[in-house]
């Protein structure tokens, strides 16, 4: 692996760019920091132990410490006894009881998927290999709550306070992406079949029949029902085009539609002048292979300003620097299959840490937080209807608070009808949650632009 050690210097920097992202209003937070006994306005203990000097992909186990009733691990943490932050009236400076910096710089980073060699048949850093799970805090943003100490440190000491990031130009206090991935539009008949026994009803699998038996558009041929159940929530979608359908030798299938029928150009149109956003959805395996990705970002005009991978496809060590290469503004694959929540504990967008060159890549990774198959899937959680917003509400609920960003990917074949687990009444019912909690819709694109602007 092409990584030297990582400098105090480079980490202090590294977070204090995310926070004064997280915090716009904030003043500068790397010239407010210093060692203990060094007099600085906030005071920070260096914890790190030579780990960002080696390779291994796990530090020493977190503390729990209780902050503002959140029960939160502290990496970096070899002393819990000492309290987590104590407030200097007279000097009106704090000193911090843990070392933030580091605990965040190893989350925010990735530095345990870049250092592990586990991957699963996918060549993707599995969920069971991360300190999420391992440590049970997969659906916490703990580099936020990490941040949030800071902050209260920065507000003792200036006596102003701050608050969280807002968004859009109403100001909400999160934003919510939704997404979609066009993987298939010419399949549903068997399963609009299976649901119309289901339901005892002939006249519907008659009708089915000779719809198919005319060559009518299949049930997921559906990007404009897609388009217009995002728009009942007056969201715009972000719709992620697979533009290979050859399917990867030895490996999974890619798009079952072909991008060159002449019916895709108005098909598009159609979308934007709804205010969708247009976006690539890289194929199987050009998360390793730069001019793959790149000749399917050509073919889209205009210029795709982001990307998300099928299968959510990522390499550590390779996919940063070609995502980088390729000139896109923003990626959205970075969530666990496996689990919805925060794979960088992190619910806002960030610069992904570059460990070639140790400083952070020029392209926003806008975390994804949940995809619709990770909800009920053989592999992954197997949640009856009934118990998907109950499960979700906690995270949605830091995220909230956090000022954060929450993406969903939900793919148009969910929305056939037919899906009563993972279908359409489900997205409806999360959106309208959202919406229900204050939280405003934008593009991918939007969000990169308005974490770009300031
Ligand atoms: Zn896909």
């Known amino acids: 692996m092409a990584a030297g050690p990582v400098p105090a210097a480079a980490r202090r920097a590294y977070v204090a760019r995310h926070f004064a992202l997280a915090y716009p209003t904030a003043p500068p937070l790397a010239g407010l920091l210093g060692l203990p006994g060094s007099g600085a306005a906030v005071e920070?203990?260096?914890?790190?132990?030579g780990f960002f000097g080696q390779a291994?992909?796990?530090?020493?186990?977190?503390?729990?410490?209780?902050?503002?009733?959140?029960?939160?691990?502290?990496?970096?943490?070899?002393?819990p006894e000492t309290p987590l932050l104590v407030l200097n009236a007279d000097t009106k400076t704090v000193a911090l009881g843990v070392d933030v910096i580091s605990a965040a710089f190893y989350l925010l980073s990735g530095w345990q998927e870049y250092f592990s060699d586990a991957r699963d048949p996918h060549g993707r850093f599995p969920y069971a290999a991360s300190v999420q799970q391992q440590f049970g805090f997969a659906t916490v943003p703990?580099?936020?709550?990490y941040f949030e100490v800071l902050k209260t440190a920065l507000e003792h000491h200036s006596g102003q306070p701050l608050a969280p990031r807002r968004w859009g130009p109403a100001a909400a206090?999160?934003?919510?992406?939704?997404?979609?991935?066009?993987?298939?539009?010419?399949?549903?008949?068997?399963?609009?079949?299976?649901?119309?026994?289901?339901?005892?009803?002939?006249?519907?699998?008659?009708?089915?029949?000779?719809?198919?038996?005319?060559?009518?558009?299949?049930?997921?041929?559906?990007?404009?029902?897609?388009?217009?159940?995002?728009?009942?929530h007056g969201?715009?979608?972000?719709?992620?085009?697979?533009?290979?359908?050859?399917?990867t030798p030895g490996g999974p299938a890619n798009a079952d539609y072909d991008f060159a029928h002449p019916a895709w150009p108005a098909r598009l149109a159609a979308l934007r002048r709804h205010g969708a956003e247009i976006a690539l959805h890289g194929s199987y395996g050009t998360a390793r292979h730069a001019p793959a990705l790149a000749a399917e970002a050509a073919r889209l005009h205009p210029a795709p300003t982001g990307q998300r991978f099928h299968y959510l496809g990522w390499e550590p060590r390779a996919t940063p620097a070609i995502v980088e290469a390729t000139g896109f503004a923003y990626d959205a694959t970075l969530g666990f299959a496996e689990?919805?929540?925060?794979?960088?504990?992190?619910?806002?967008?960030?610069?992904?840490?570059?460990?070639?060159?140790?400083?952070?890549?020029?392209?926003?990774?806008i975390p994804l937080n949940l995809m619709d198959a990770t909800l009920h899937h053989p592999r992954y959680l197997q949640l009856a209807a009934a118990e998907i917003l109950p499960a979700l509400t906690p995270m949605l609920a830091h995220i909230a608070h956090c000022g954060g960003v929450f993406t969903l990917l939900w793919h148009n074949e969910n929305f056939d009808p037919a899906n009563e687990v993972n279908g359409p009444r489900q997205f409806h019912e999360i959106a309208a949650l959202l919406q229900k909690m204050g939280g405003a819709f934008f593009t991918c694109d939007d969000i990169a632009r308005q974490l770009n602007s300031h």
């Not at 703990?142 to 709550?145: G, H, S």
């Not at 919510?176 to 289901?198: E, K, M, Q, S």
């Not at 969201?235 to 399917?247: D, E, V, Y």
């Open 339 to 365: 689990h919805f929540g925060f794979r960088h504990s992190y619910c806002l967008p960030f610069f992904p840490w570059n460990f070639a060159q140790a400083q952070a890549h020029s392209f926003l990774e």
């Open 235 to 247: 969201a715009p979608g972000t719709f992620f085009l697979l533009l290979n359908h050859r399917p």
């Open 44 to 49: 920070v203990p260096d914890y790190s132990d």
């Open 142 to 145: 703990v580099v936020n709550y």
């Open 56 to 79: 291994r992909p796990y530090p020493p186990p977190p503390h729990w410490r209780s902050w503002q009733q959140q029960h939160l691990p502290f990496f970096f943490d070899p002393q």
């Open 173 to 232: 206090p999160f934003a919510a992406c939704l997404t979609h991935d066009i993987d298939n539009l010419h399949g549903g008949w068997g399963t609009a079949a299976r649901h119309a026994l289901r339901q005892r009803q002939p006249g519907r699998l008659l009708a089915l029949a000779a719809r198919k038996a005319l060559g009518r558009p299949a049930p997921w041929h559906n990007l404009a029902a897609v388009q217009a159940a995002t728009a009942r």
